[in-house]
């Protein structure tokens, strides 16, 4: 499938789609007329499909500058009257929650969905926080797909609903559905309202205590009408095998490991099926729980409803037992698999578990850690800077590595060891202020330039406002590297491919008052040592700025020409065995052969030559 | 068919892997075929381990169940051995040969068997083996690039492989670049043909 086809095949066919895409394919159903982001996994295809198609779609898309404008973006065209998808990763309704909060108290016009991609077991992520408690505190209406054809239906069901009772809805997926491919069923793509216009409501739109008062009352009486909507809709809905002894809960993946454990099993059981759950449809749970004996509730990642069906057990004084992650039949933490729910349900059923032959292996499995690619700017822009904080002799325990959100963290590993803090999108900066006020040691702070614009100026700012002394490295690698490549404030084009502004991290960082500011190619070792030197003995905030584009994107743009990438070789004459290239500088594409020889992998080369200017003996050349 | 036909695919980023397990998905819904699929992005991508799951029927999520899947493709030797768990003696392994020695190695902080020590372990363990190198019959097709579809034609010259090779050929047209296509096909076919000529050694099925 080409990714055009999201848009162009018609109704009543079918597509094979990550569930990503059936969210585009969906919105493009539904007639959104503006989305808009900040990237992040596992959401970020829904980006990268709307950057390919939006212009032809006639949808207004944009990557924002970081997840709480892309929020507000959307917010806007809602409440003039248009229909809008917001999407971002589970951490980046963090950082949207100001304007969440406060949506869902205005409300809107036009029909608004945001989507938050969860990530339980925390593949690509800092933490595994179930945004299903987000909407119980913002009180916004959710939904859980369990797959991707429900991703685009329920975005469609989700707008209208949105639209009914003017206020946005929240669409929460984890990894299994984001990641997950499977056939969807298309419908109609319908025309998208280009334009809207705001009607004046202050009352309706101005949060001062004043009007959110009313507001507040208002959202309360939606959130009641909108549960007779839970409790009627088909949505939730029981799967019955036959049995009444055991009923499952479930919602989302969740639900698919429950119904494909009970087929397997043969168990004879009654599933109830949550897809639209919250607000909790308790009539129809505390139904449910009265034609069963005992209940198991098999959720991701909080025991959400778990509580919520102990809270209607306890409201009606009904004796029965709960299974779930409260009584650890199920682990309270981490995403769920199909062994997992069938252990839990063997548990609960039997009392113990049968016994499960794996095969095994004693050889040792060699450690594949993500690394920085072949190629990859970062990697001699730390080499460098290395060899810069060497030669004016400073110790490792007296340096604090400040890092921050992007592929730039992988220097955790050895042999760099260059990130020994990072908690959130920015933190380089404010975690980094606080070690230099608090610390004599030295703090050398890593931002990248997607991140530096998502949230590192404030931090800049606060870091030049007080004087600290403090060295930024801008790794700017001219994307937004580590979700796949998306463009940034900083690159001319915007999210439908079209001219932007640029804006200047340098300029950005003068004008801040930043009393050293430089940019360098990092590829250029002895240069970049030379600044880098410079720097470390700045006594305020310097900021150096090592631009060169992303190896990925190097290659894309390569391959879309046709051009042959330079390759290299070892010259065994010359070589001497040093393995600086392979243990110092540590590009993947070097590796120690059977004989001890050093070998480039020219699979894995990307050609980028900074390799020569590594090797003392100059054995390292050009493969003509 | 078997009720749920369960495919486990095992590699390293850059390597292909969610491309032939995409190709195979759509293939199989061409002909008619439930399929669901399960697929890694972000941080595991930078040279780490990267699985993709497949199951052709009646199933509602993609992850194997623990050592029952049908057929496993590894994509690189000692990643077949991280595969030991979504396996057992009955599954059909394929196996390609060339490695992709990751740095932990050279700094000393991770092993990595010989390539003949794990192929040894695993016949011993798992009753259907097919090892081949991928890359050199990549390399002969025109392009080491073209690993993938080596194995992928492997994968589809496979005992009880339910998907037709036919579409799966028209699939691949629809999803790699026009200029290199000449140079999959060959490796798909190439793969296929090894497999079956290798096949003759086997022990048959049970």
Redesign the interface.
């Known amino acids: 499938?080409?990714i055009k086809e999201i848009l162009s095949v018609e109704e009543g066919k079918?597509l094979?789609l990550?569930g990503n895409e059936a969210a585009v394919r969906g919105a493009l159903e539904a007639g959104v007329s503006v989305a808009s982001t900040y990237p992040g996994?596992?959401s970020?295809?829904i980006g990268d499909v709307f950057f390919n198609l939006a212009q032809e779609a006639g949808i207004y898309f944009e990557f924002s500058a970081n997840e709480k404008v892309a929020f507000e973006v959307s917010t806007a065209a809602a409440a003039a009257g248009l229909r809008s998808f917001v999407f971002m990763k589970h951490v980046g309704l963090n950082v949207a929650a100001d304007a969440l909060m406060s949506t869902v108290y205005t409300g809107v016009r036009g029909g608004m969905i945001i989507l938050s991609a969860d990530d339980p077991s925390m593949?690509?992520s800092q933490n595994e926080q179930d945004n299903r408690i987000m909407a119980r505190l913002a009180r916004i209406p959710l939904l859980e797909p369990?797959?991707p054809q429900e991703v685009k239906d329920l975005i469609k069901y989700g707008l209208n609903i949105s639209e009914q009772f003017e206020i946005p809805l929240l669409i929460r997926t984890t990894t299994?559905i984001s990641?997950?491919?499977?056939?969807v069923n298309l419908g109609k793509i319908i025309a998208v309202k280009k334009k809207g216009f705001f009607k004046k409501d202050p009352s309706k739109y101005v949060v001062v205590p004043q009007f959110v008062v009313q507001m507040r009352k208002r959202l309360q009486e939606k959130i009641t009408q909108i549960q007779k909507i839970t409790e009627e809709t088909n949505l939730n809905k029981i799967i019955d095998t036959g049995g009444k002894e055991l009923g499952i809960i479930s919602s989302g993946?969740a639900?698919?490991?429950v119904?494909?454990v009970v087929?397997?099993m043969g168990l004879k059981t009654r599933i109830l099926k949550l897809a639209f759950s919250y607000p909790f449809p308790e009539q129809t749970v505390l139904d449910f729980i009265n034609t069963v004996d005992k209940v198991l509730i098999v959720e991701e990642v909080e025991p959400v409803m778990e509580q919520g069906v102990l809270a209607i057990l306890g409201r009606y004084s009904i004796n029965k037992r709960v299974y779930g992650k409260l009584d650890e039949t199920l682990p309270l933490m981490y995403e769920f698999?199909?062994?997992i729910v069938?252990s839990g349900i063997e548990k609960m059923i039997n009392g113990k578990l049968r016994e499960?032959?794996?095969?095994?292996?004693n050889?040792?499995?060699?450690?594949?850690?993500?690394?920085?690619?072949p190629g990859c700017p970062h990697r001699p822009a730390y080499y460098a800077l290395k060899r810069a904080i060497r030669k004016l002799r400073l110790k490792e325990e007296d340096i604090i590595y400040s890092s921050d959100i992007g592929?730039y963290a992988?220097a955790l590993q050895?042999?760099y060891n260059m990130a020994d803090y990072c908690i959130c999108m920015g933190s380089s900066l404010g975690i980094g202020s606080g070690f230099a006020k608090t610390t004599s040691q030295r703090v050398i702070a890593f931002i990248g330039d997607s991140t530096f614009f998502h949230a590192g100026m404030p931090g800049l700012v606060n870091a030049i406002h007080h004087k600290e002394k403090l060295l930024l490295v801008v790794m700017d690698n001219r994307t937004t590297g580590?979700?796949?490549g998306q463009p940034h404030p900083g690159i001319p084009i915007d999210g439908q491919g079209n001219p932007a502004q640029e804006i200047s991290i340098e300029e950005v960082a003068r004008g801040m008052g930043a009393g050293l500011v430089k940019t360098i190619d990092p590829f250029s070792l002895k240069e970049a040592e030379e600044v880098f030197i410079e720097a470390l003995q700045f006594e305020e905030v310097a900021v150096i700025i090592t631009k060169h584009p992303c190896a990925m994107i190097i290659n894309a743009v390569g391959n879309k020409k046709?051009e042959k990438k330079p390759g290299y070789k070892i010259n065994q004459e010359k070589c001497n065995c040093c393995?600086l290239c392979?243990?110092s500088f540590?590009c993947?594409a070097?590796?120690?052969a059977k004989d001890n020889s050093v070998n480039i992998?020219?699979?894995?080369c990307n050609g980028c030559g900074v390799c020569v200017q590594v090797c003392p003996k100059k054995a390292i050349e050009v493969i003509k | 068919m078997k009720k749920i036909y369960k495919i486990y695919l095992i590699g390293?980023?850059?390597q292909g892997t969610i491309k032939a397990s995409?190709i195979i998905?759509?293939a199989a819904?061409k002909q008619g075929l439930?399929?669901?699929?399960?697929?890694?992005?972000?941080?595991?991508?930078?040279?780490?381990?990267v699985v993709t799951e497949l199951k052709i029927g009646?199933?509602?999520?993609?992850?194997?169940?623990?050592?029952s899947a049908d057929l496993l493709i590894a994509f690189e030797p000692?990643?077949a051995?991280?595969a030991?768990?979504k396996?057992?003696?009955q599954t059909f392994v394929i196996i390609n040969s060339s490695p992709?020695?990751?740095?932990?190695?050279?700094?000393g902080?991770?092993?990595?068997?010989e390539v003949e020590?794990?192929i040894k372990?695993l016949k011993k363990?798992?009753k259907n083996l097919l090892v081949l190198n991928a890359?050199e019959i990549a390399r002969e097709a025109g392009n080491?690039?073209s690993e993938n579809m080596v194995l992928l034609g492997a994968g589809v010259a496979s005992p009880e492989f339910p998907v037709d090779k036919e579409l799966i050929i028209q699939t691949m047209k629809?999803?790699l670049p026009l200029?290199s296509w000449e140079v999959n096909l060959r490796a798909l076919e190439n793969g296929f043909k090894k497999a079956k000529e290798l096949k003759i050694n086997l022990p048959i099925l049970n």
């Open positions: 499938m080409k079918k094979f990550l996994t596992p970020s295809e593949h690509s369990s797959n299994r990641h997950m491919r499977g056939i993946a639900f698919n490991y119904i494909d087929q397997e698999n199909p062994d069938s499960r032959k794996q095969l095994k292996t050889l040792p499995l060699p450690l594949r850690p993500p690394v920085l690619c592929c992988l050895p042999p580590m979700t796949g046709g393995l392979v243990n540590t993947p070097f590796f120690v992998n020219s699979l894995l | 390293v980023g850059g995409t998905g759509e819904m439930n399929v669901v699929m399960s697929e890694v992005h972000g941080m595991a991508q930078r040279g780490g381990t009646d199933a509602h999520s993609p992850l194997i169940e623990e050592g000692a990643e051995l991280k030991l768990n396996i057992n003696r992709i020695i990751p740095f932990t190695i050279s700094l902080i991770s092993e990595y068997p020590e794990i372990e363990i798992i890359r080491i690039i629809e999803n200029a």
